[in-house]
């Protein structure tokens, strides 16, 4: 029942926005130090790839809010499901502590968007987003 929250935008790093990103070190301690998180990682290869490890590192499945993924300018929901290198944190924390992490978020990050993508739910009740592409795997053969 836990609900995923994302920072920032995601997509891009095809056109170059994973050359300028900025680590979220200070909102990442911020969060732990304000809120009790049950799980967090930075999204390096993919909302595709990260989010399922997010998951199965916790023995449970997720839903996603398709239309709630938030896109950098110019990208499309594909591309910010799956191009990588976003360098955003991706969290879970409890439904009753969420309004009110938003709430201070806002007022302490104003600059910085923090979105509800979805929610974790117990294995075998998740569901596959209808995305098409499956993000970034580093050790992918080429032939």
Known sequence: GDVLLVTGNLGGSIKGKHLTFEP???EALWLVKKFPIHAMMDLSDGLSKDLPRLAAASGVEFTIDETAVPCTPGCTPDQAWSDGEDYELLFAVSPK?????LR????????????QIGTLVPAGEGSAPSFSTEGWDHFKRIA
């Open 104 to 115: 201070e978020w806002s007022e302490t990050f104003p600059d910085l968007p923090l979105t």
């Open 24 to 26: 979220r070190l200070k």
């Open 97 to 101: 502590t969420t309004e009110r992490l």
